[in-house]
């Protein structure tokens, strides 16, 4: 079992920055990736930004630019730099983390979420 934890997440003011991070604990054997995702009230859950093992991101269109997915790969731990904030930014974060245990299983373990909130 790997848990996550997300922290960072708060109320900032339109044209403010926030950074997120979220820190993994547990039987952590090989993270293949991890990514940031965003869930605002009525809509779907979507990527915002990645990161793979090897250190390659990719970012949702909207979010190019602004935010900055990070890692510190001794410490289990992810970021998400996100900067010049607009309302519609705000959502419920989650970091997700694909994860391959000893015994060659794979799974996609969720944090709990944390919410931005953009004030304008």
């Known amino acids: 079992q790997v848990q996550l934890v997300e922290s960072g997440g708060g109320l900032v003011q339109a044209g403010g920055s926030l950074r997120l991070s979220c820190a993994a604990s547990?039987?952590?054997?090989?993270?293949?990736?991890m990514g940031w995702y965003r869930q605002a009230p009525g809509k779907q859950r979507e990527l915002v930004a990645a990161i793979n093992r090897g250190g390659s991101t990719n970012y949702a269109d909207s979010v190019k630019g602004r935010f900055t997915i990070s890692r510190d790969s001794a410490k289990n731990t992810w970021y998400l730099q996100m900067n010049s904030l607009k309302p519609e930014h705000a959502a419920v974060y989650y970091c997700g983390v694909d994860h391959l245990n000893d015994s060659g299983e794979k799974y996609y373990y969720w944090g709990q979420g944390i919410q931005v909130t953009v004030a304008s």
């Open positions: 547990g039987s952590i054997f090989v993270i293949y990736a």
